[in-house]
């Protein structure tokens, strides 16, 4: 069956920290890995990742893909309060078009 | 530039009754899905549709129904709400051959 997995589930950290967030998956007919931000409504779209070892950055965020041991990770530097949310992965099944949701990692940046 | 339009954002239903949550977007994507989230249980697929004129179920589809009524809308909905039903409901859109995702705002349905 796929799955999605993220750790940790919740994390503290204070502000100026860097945070690595982790995703695992098994997916068949993987095309792509995404990770998603979620504050108080929808899910936001942060990256979507399709090949192994080419780094995505978008100011502190960056992410990578390792296809052959199936897993992610969201790298965020120098937190800020406004990181505060709940970060969503997700492996894209080309197949049947759907999305594999991980239940997310909550992140809370204190002052 | 709405992106994906959700109606409405907040319901109270008493157990039993009946609603349907509209969704329509502007961005001539070809998918759209209907989830629900609860709390500790992630998002999980109602409904979804990978094209005008099909759709299939999804994880949870028990007590809903959808139409996809032309390209831009898919409805879901509830034709007889239980309390279990009580959830936060998100529509999805995506165009991207590569699973790329634009959410609704979200509904916010309490069943009594």
């Known amino acids: 069956e796929d799955k999605v997995v993220q750790s940790p589930l919740s994390l503290v950290v204070h502000e100026g920290d860097t945070v690595t967030l982790n995703c695992s998956y098994e997916v068949t007919n993987f095309r792509s890995l995404l990770w998603y931000k979620q504050e108080k409504k929808a899910p936001t779209f942060l990256f979507m990742l399709t090949s192994s070892g080419i780094e995505k950055k978008s100011g502190r965020l960056s992410s990578i893909l390792d296809k052959k041991e199936l897993f992610s990770i969201l790298n965020i530097t120098a937190t800020q309060t406004g990181d505060s949310a709940i970060y969503l992965c997700a492996g894209y099944a080309g197949n049947n078009r759907k999305l594999i949701w991980g239940l997310g990692t909550s992140l809370a940046v204190n002052p | 530039n709405a992106g994906v339009t959700q109606t409405p954002k907040f319901q109270v239903l008493k157990t039993g009754q009946s609603m349907t949550l509209q969704c329509a977007q502007d961005?001539?994507?070809?998918?759209m899905y209907w989830y629900r989230q609860d709390p500790g249980m992630g998002l999980r697929l109602i409904y979804y549709?990978?094209?005008?004129?099909t759709t299939d179920k999804g994880e949870v589809p028990n007590g809903y129904n959808v139409s996809r009524l032309n390209k831009r809308e898919f409805s879901l909905r509830l034709e007889s709400a239980a309390p279990s039903q009580t959830s936060v409901y998100f529509c999805?859109?995506?165009?991207w051959g590569a699973g790329g995702y634009t959410f609704g705002s979200g509904t916010r349905l309490t069943v009594v």
């Open positions: 549709s990978a094209s005008e004129g």
């Open positions: 961005m001539n994507h070809n998918s």
């Open positions: 999805a859109s995506s165009g």
